[in-house]
């Protein structure tokens, strides 16, 4: 079945340290996108990526980094500059102008 | 700029009963997609339902119905015979051409708890 695989489904990370969580769809989507959740709230874009070697940032870019060198993949890191990484992270994929499909997500806690 | 409000932080509803959830929202552009999404506590988001701004008739798929309203701006989700299983977070969002590369914006959400 087609779909969107986010990994791990929890992760934790010291002060300090640069993580990166996993985004693998088989779709043969075009674009991607990586959106924040905190609790209670909606989710804000973070990244997206219309086409493999080209992305833009979104509304809360800093803090993270992102590659698209395959179309099947789109990880997200979280640098040590992102001050406040504790969240709810969800990945999506689209063939516009609808299509919007979701991963199921990636909680990431600093401890 | 594109903007999506959900009033309602928390609905209940009785089990069998219909339930609305409001949502409206604001874009200078006259083509856009409003989408509504369940989010259960697993955290994956379901597409429920798609409205586009020049369809004629409103939205239905199965229990599921969006009341567009065009002139107000608003898109509420109808859900009709509640289930136990509907009790989850809900969202609206909207993409118009003047969104960065086809994004969602999301409204803040609805958490709807049906009661037995």
């Known amino acids: 079945d087609g779909g969107i695989t986010q990994s791990p489904k929890y992760l934790f990370r010291k002060e300090g340290q640069n993580v990166t969580l996993s985004c693998e769809q088989n779709?043969?989507?075009?674009?991607m996108y990586w959106y924040r959740q905190d609790p209670g709230q909606g989710l804000r874009l973070i990244y997206y990526?219309?086409?493999?070697?080209?992305?833009q940032k979104g509304d809360i870019a800093e803090g993270y980094s992102v590659s698209r060198e395959k179309k099947e993949s789109f990880p997200l890191t979280v640098t040590s500059a992102q001050k406040n990484p504790t969240a709810f992270y969800l990945c999506?994929?689209?063939?516009?102008?609808?299509?919007?499909?979701f991963g199921s997500g990636t909680r990431l806690t600093v401890v | 700029a594109q903007k999506i409000t959900q009033t309602q932080p928390g609905m209940f509803v009785q089990e069998k009963e219909a339930v609305t959830l409001d949502c409206t929202y604001d874009t200078s552009d006259p083509s856009y997609g409003l989408f509504w999404y369940k989010q259960p506590s697993s955290g994956e988001m379901i597409f429920l339902i798609y409205?586009?701004?020049?369809?004629?008739q409103n939205a239905t798929e199965g229990r599921y119905s969006l009341n567009f309203q065009k002139a107000r701006k608003s898109a509420n989700l109808v859900i009709s015979a509640s289930q136990l299983g509907d009790s989850a977070m809900y969202f609206c969002?909207?993409?118009?051409?003047?969104?960065?590369?086809?994004?969602?914006?999301f409204g803040q959400g609805t958490e709807l708890s049906v009661k037995p």
């Open positions: 999506a994929s689209s063939s516009l102008p609808y299509g919007y499909t």
């Open positions: 969002a909207m993409r118009d051409r003047g969104n960065q590369g086809g994004k969602l914006i």
């Open positions: 409205q586009g701004s020049y369809d004629q």
């Open positions: 990526s219309q086409i493999v070697n080209d992305f």
């Open positions: 779709l043969n989507h075009d674009a």
